[in-house]
């Protein structure tokens, strides 16, 4: 049976950074956009010869990539071996999901949309530098219905500056009442190198309490499932049958490539990434079609701990046979005292063959998974 192969594309502009964002994305290089697409439609032709069965288009913003840019990004797509039911998603911030190009995505095969809300109050917004308010999220959300999309994701965060519990009950009711097939629920990680690392350690942060934010957390989990919203991973919730199967891709570490700046991929068990500079991934590509600055063979072993940890993310865990089958190797070789330690304490459930985390367990997942690194 051919394995299942994912395409991720990287688009790095941005209007504005937000204020948290530590991703490889930047804002003032507008004029590098059409370059920059010429040299991604250059690497999507040249590298990637497998069927397709899932595409995602992140970012950055890439909504905010200009008609003619995205029209570039079109060809390249049309070119590729997709599968029958392809999972198409394209990211995007409200401010910029205008009509022409939501109808671009569509005709590009889009058919599925990821928003990125983050909270339903415009001062929460604001304060995370965010260049949108609810207003515009609405709209485009309107909008995007309207064009005939209908598996749509919104993006929210909580553990905010100044959010407060009830503020993050009133995100997810808005959200849940308009009826999206997914939610995605990120708690705010203060990244080295961003605006708020440098505030947080001068103090100027206030953010919640752990308590808060582990009740936030717990709260969306029995919320959403009274919406029929399915956890299925430890920061996602799906309608039946619409759990996000491009990222399902990487929780099960089946092989997918990595398209433009700073992407990575991971192929039959190699990792390789690009460089993150947008100015140095056009030149790389015109002068050598390829803009990969690292690459690593993975040893079993890094492939054990990394089928361990991202499958540990699933709400279901893993499958002990089928680690037995990849690795040709009971699992209770390798891992017999991290489990035993893991079960004995109802961090991790182990029954039917699977090995997954208690609700305790997705609470300390950190803890848990980083004793899976051999």
Known sequence: MDKNTALYIHIPFCKRKCAYCDFPSFAGKESLMLDYTKALCEEIDYRVDKKIDTIFIGGGTPTYLSLEALKLLKNSMDKLDKSKDLEFTAEGNPESFSIEKLQLFKEMGVNRLSIGLQASQDTLLKALDRVHNLEQFLKAYNSARELGFKNINVDL??????????????????????????????????????PFYKMNSKGKLLLP????ERQMYEYAIEFL??????????????KKGLECRHNMIYWNLEDYYGCGSGASSYLNSIRYRNTDSIEKYIYMMEEKNNACIEEHKNSTEDDMEEFMFMGLRKLKGISEKEFEER????????????????????????????????????????????????
């Open 157 to 194: 965060m909580f553990g905010l500056p100044n959010q407060t519990v009830e503020q993050w009950k009133e995100t997810l009711e808005k959200v849940a009442d308009l009826g999206v097939e997914h939610i995605s629920c990120y708690s705010l990680i203060i990244e080295e190198g961003t």
């Open 225 to 238: 499932k009274s919406k029929g919203y399915e956890q299925y991973e430890i920061s996602n919730f799906a």
């Open 209 to 212: 309490e752990e308590e808060s």
């Open 327 to 374: 690795f040709s190797v009971p699992i209770e070789y390798i891992y017999n005292k991290v489990i035993n330690k893991f079960t004995n304490n109802k961090l991790l459930i182990r029954e039917k063959g699977r090995l997954y985390l208690s609700k305790e367990g997705i609470q300390l997942s950190n803890q848990v998974m980083c004793e899976f690194i051999l």
